[in-house]
């Protein structure tokens, strides 16, 4: 069973379009829900981390949530340069300090 | 330069020779890890390490060795290549455990 599930795969906006992308996760007593970007050809890039219900994070257009079940990253007026692959990660069941992904969802801006 | 560097950029091997993936960072991290991302995966994990002479398996470790004998460095060695093996390579590195992780640019390994 997947532990962290990311929806949709793939999403395309225009600029301006506000929407947001779903994690959700199965691990219960979570330690940290991890959002990374990452460009084409390139290692992902760290955006946040949330530790409990209710915490919200933002950096620029990006902001994210986090509930007992899943996090939301929401994205505001995107302009085309947001266009990434967005991935989210979650230390597994068990504590262990390694992290899982998900599969990520694709974000194309256009102009 | 400070940061994590992977070397080789991009590698083509045969099937059945062995290749090693290097991974080296500047900060003194405790934890490493190597993952490969492949279409359709996703990220996966095939080993880390938690400190020098530390070392222990993920999800995809059949076909691979690691060692750690210096706290900077943490090499993939593909024992006997397989096209299975095919796939982009990412280090990455973090100061603690349940922190974020620093990555590599990565390794695009082809096996023929």
């Known amino acids: 069973e997947d532990q962290v599930t990311q929806s949709p795969e793939a999403l395309r906006l225009q600029e301006g379009e506000s929407s947001s992308l779903n994690c959700s996760y199965t691990?219960?007593?979570?330690?940290?829900l991890f959002w990374y970007r990452q460009d084409p050809g390139k290692g992902p890039e760290f955006l946040f981390t949330?530790?409990?219900a209710g915490e919200e994070k933002e950096k620029e257009r990006l902001k994210a949530t986090l509930t007992k079940k899943e996090s939301f990253l929401h994205i505001t007026a995107p302009k085309p340069e947001d266009s990434a692959t967005y991935l989210c990660?979650?230390?597994?069941?068990?504590?262990?300090?390694?992290?899982?992904f998900g599969k990520g969802t694709k974000l194309t801006v256009n102009p | 330069d400070a940061g994590i560097t992977q070397s080789p950029r991009y590698k083509i091997t045969e099937t059945g020779r062995q290749v090693t993936l290097m991974c080296h960072q500047t900060?003194?991290?405790?934890?490493m890890f190597w993952y490969r991302q492949d279409l359709g995966h996703g990220l996966r994990l095939i080993y880390y390490?938690?400190?020098?002479?530390?070392?222990d398996k993920g999800e995809v470790p059949d076909g691979y060795v690691v060692s750690r004998s210096k706290t900077e460095n943490f090499p993939l060695t593909l024992e006997s290549a397989t096209r299975s093996q095919t796939s982009v390579y990412f280090c990455?590195?973090?100061?603690?455990?349940?922190?974020?992780?620093?990555f590599g640019s990565g390794t695009r390994l082809t096996v023929v």
């Open positions: 990455a590195s973090s100061e603690s455990s349940f922190r974020s992780y620093t």
């Open positions: 691990v219960s007593g979570l330690r940290g």
């Open positions: 949330l530790y409990s």
């Open positions: 990660a979650v230390p597994p069941q068990g504590g262990s300090e390694k992290l899982v």
């Open positions: 900060w003194s991290h405790s934890y």
């Open positions: 390490s938690a400190a020098a002479d530390i070392t």
